[in-house]
């Protein structure tokens, strides 16, 4: 896979996500993905932050793909009552 591949697939997950949770904010909803990565690890005694910038997008991918939950499938409709669109559960 390329790096222009695992981007895109990247890119089609956060979409995915966002879609089906309207009402998260972008920055929880990366958060949420595991993204961006921000942490620390303790090195020879010493507390240093952990730095993903190198990290080749393959495997970004792998962990975006294990830290996104497993939710049911929602879908909105629209309704008359309300005059707005409803999530409804498939």
């Given at each position: 896979m390329t790096r222009l591949e695992a981007n895109l697939k990247i890119l089609d997950?956060?979409?995915?996500?966002?879609?089906?949770?309207p009402d998260q904010r972008f920055c929880q909803v990366l958060c949420n993905l595991?993204?961006?990565?921000i942490g620390t690890a303790?090195?020879?005694?010493?507390?240093?932050?952990?730095?993903k910038y190198y990290e080749e997008s393959d495997k970004t991918l792998e962990g975006v793909?294990?830290?996104m939950p497993?939710?049911?499938?929602?879908?909105?409709?629209?309704?008359?009552?309300?005059?707005?669109?409803?999530k409804v559960q498939v």
């Open positions: 997950i956060v979409s995915s996500y966002v879609k089906a949770n595991g993204l961006p990565y303790m090195v020879d005694g010493s507390v240093q932050h952990v730095d793909k294990q830290a497993q939710q049911p499938k929602v879908e909105y409709q629209w309704n008359p009552r309300s005059k707005r669109h409803e």
